[in-house]
């Protein structure tokens, strides 16, 4: 397991941007599958996008508008949000497992404290 920080969340209005940061304590990241999940209130945590050795994954509903990219030398993994929706409007969570991709947080054994990201109509 890896220690996982969090920064970049906050409230904003529909179609603007944040960046998110997970930054890791841990051994280099090129040697982890890192993922950004959200969860909505009362709901189980959802894929939203995770990047590894093979290249970057996003699920369909934010496809074209987050991008992920990782800057190794700070050991830091960052989610770019364009283009933000009200549905948007979630606590996001940075997650690392040793390995490939993989789609289920039950799979992933290292997790930030999550961050708010609110969006406004």
């Known amino acids: 397991q890896v220690d996982l920080v969090e920064s970049g969340g906050g409230s904003v209005q529909a179609g603007d941007s944040l960046r998110l940061s997970c930054e890791s304590s841990g051994p280099s990241i090129s040697m982890y599958c890192m993922a950004w999940f959200r969860q909505y209130p009362g709901k189980d945590r959802e894929f939203v996008a995770a990047i590894s050795w093979t290249g970057s994954y996003y699920t369909d509903s934010v496809k074209g508008r987050f991008t992920l990219s990782r800057n190794t030398g700070k050991n830091t993994v960052y989610l770019q949000m364009n283009s933000l929706k009200p549905e948007d409007t979630a606590v996001y969570f940075c997650?690392?497992?040793?390995?490939?991709?993989?789609?289920?947080?039950?799979?992933?054994?290292?997790w930030g404290q999550g961050i708010q990201v609110t969006v406004s109509s």
């Open positions: 997650a690392a497992r040793p390995g490939d991709i993989n789609y289920r947080s039950a799979n992933y054994d290292s």
